[in-house]
């Protein structure tokens, strides 16, 4: 899985990095607005299908192979349904969106045929998400991971193609992103076929189980909600950005880019504990939860240590890769600064996190997700970037700063807010964890109680 978010990572990166070196800083960040756009667009149904991917993995857990079966149905039924709707809705509303999000002048053009472009995939890349989150709920993670290598492969080339070669500009990087969406999609689809039997795709023969939906969406549900805020959080963040002009969001889009590499393999054990969680909650064994918990903080916080001291060594280099510009720099670096010392906390949050949705337990982590997002880090950003920085200017406190801190207080009270956030997401996770709660939350029932 981490091999493969990596890959899915590195053609996000090579798109930002061919198109910065390429088309300069105001069709980057058109591409860096676009993504939490599309994160807002697709969230809800992305967590609803992973309540369906936990059910798969109870289920499978279970050995009940015919629910598995059905389950696997009914997700695709409900993801090709749902991403016509969302291209529909996306592409109808995408510049009054970008108008909200006040995305200056320059990059409107951009950024608006980037994000069209990208929608008339959206089928294609829920198809290929959809089948690869399956997989995984079966436990292999094998297979995705080949089709992501090569569509990840294609992706760049088509990058060079469209972008250097054919004048495409900005619209050429979705368009290469798009083409390898749907080849992974059908590569994968014409080989499961005929390999793996429980989610071969049979169009004709589909079944739509509305009681393993419903199943579905009471553990999904919550996850849906939670990455629905999460992404508007996203947006309401990037506004604030945009008001400080096109240098800090270029910044802010680069350094997110490096920030979301550095944050996969937390994810990934996040997302792999929670298929570990879903079949040893089937299967009846709580004792390898707990144990499956504690190797997973090991692991995680292992590579997290690793991936800072990385990224605080080469945050000036990594910058660099991306674009030239000595402002832009310089602001990405104080952003790798300061959230790049908190991925540790990340890593605990997502493992503790994960875990729990694994139990099917999903509701407290989406509201300890929302806590954490709107009720400090989106205030906290504004408060910092704001009133805080004013007063800190008058009073004249910036001259005698190191140098991470001197003379950009406004936007860096926006990196503040994020390992803030953190922090406090974790404390909740952890105390909630130890009240034992969560051990009752699974599909499968037994005579005896898991508690």
């Known amino acids: 899985m981490l091999v493969g978010n990596i890959f899915q990572q590195t053609y ?47 289920y499978f857990g279970a050995r009940d192979y015919e629910k ?33 999000m006040k995305l200056p002048p320059e990059v409107m053009p951009g950024a608006i045929a980037y994000l069209r472009t990208f929608l008339l995939g959206t089928i294609l890349l829920f198809g290929f998400n959809g089948t690869s989150a399956i997989l995984r709920g079966l436990g292999d993670s094998v297979t995705p991971l080949v ?11 088509l990058d060079f193609v469209f972008i250097k070669y054919l004048g495409f500009g900005v619209q050429g990087a979705a368009l290469a992103t798009v083409i390898s969406h749907g080849g992974a999609f059908i590569s994968a689809i014409l080989y499961l076929n005929k390999t793996h039997e429980l989610v071969k795709l049979r169009l004709r023969k589909m079944v739509f189980d509305w ?12 996850s849906g909600f939670q990455q629905t805020f999460v992404s508007f959080g996203m947006l309401a963040l990037f506004r604030i950005v945009n008001t400080f002009g096109t240098n800090v969001a270029a910044a802010y889009t680069v350094a997110g880019r490096i920030d979301s590499l550095a944050m996969l393999p937390a994810m990934n054990f996040g997302q792999a504990l929670s298929t570990f969680v879903g079949q040893n909650i089937g299967a009846n064994k709580i004792d390898r939860v707990r144990k499956g918990l504690k190797a997973t ?13 990385v990224i605080l060594s080469f945050r000036y280099q990594l910058m660099h890769l991306f674009i030239e510009e000595p402002a832009v720099i310089r602001i990405g670096v104080g952003y790798l600064t300061i959230v790049g010392s908190g991925y540790i906390i990340f890593s605990v949050m997502f493992s503790l996190n994960g875990m729990l949705r694994g139990a099917g337990d999903t509701i407290v982590p989406m509201f300890i997700t929302l806590l954490s997002l709107w009720i400090i880090r989106i205030p906290l950003a504004s408060l910092l970037s704001g009133r805080l920085n004013s007063m800190l200017s008058k009073m004249n406190l910036d001259m005698n700063l190191p140098d991470i801190f001197r003379g950009s207080l406004r936007e860096q009270g926006i990196w503040w807010s994020v390992p803030i956030a953190w922090l406090i997401g974790t404390v909740f996770s952890a105390v909630y964890y130890r009240t034992g709660t969560w051990k009752n939350k699974g599909v499968v029932e037994y005579e005896e109680s898991l508690s």
Request: proline letters at 2%; charged letters at 10%.
């Open 147 to 157: 089709f992501l290598v090569i569509a990840s492969i294609f992706n760049i080339i």
């Open 297 to 309: 903080l090991g692991m995680s916080i292992a590579v997290s240590l690793i991936l800072t001291a």
């Open 68 to 100: 598995v079966r059905r389950t696997i149905d009914t997700l695709y039924i409900f993801v090709f349904a749902a991403s016509l709707l969302i291209m529909a809705v996306g592409i109808a509303f995408t510049e009054d969106i970008f108008r909200m």
């Open 211 to 222: 009681e393993i939906f419903l199943k579905s969406v009471r553990i999904g549900l919550p």
């Open 12 to 58: 996000n990166i090579v798109d930002s990095i061919i198109v910065g070196r390429f088309l300069g800083k105001e069709a980057l960040t058109a591409v860096g607005a676009s993504f939490p756009i599309i994160f807002a667009l697709i969230s809800f149904v992305i967590g609803i299908a992973s309540g369906g991917t936990i059910v798969v993995a109870q």
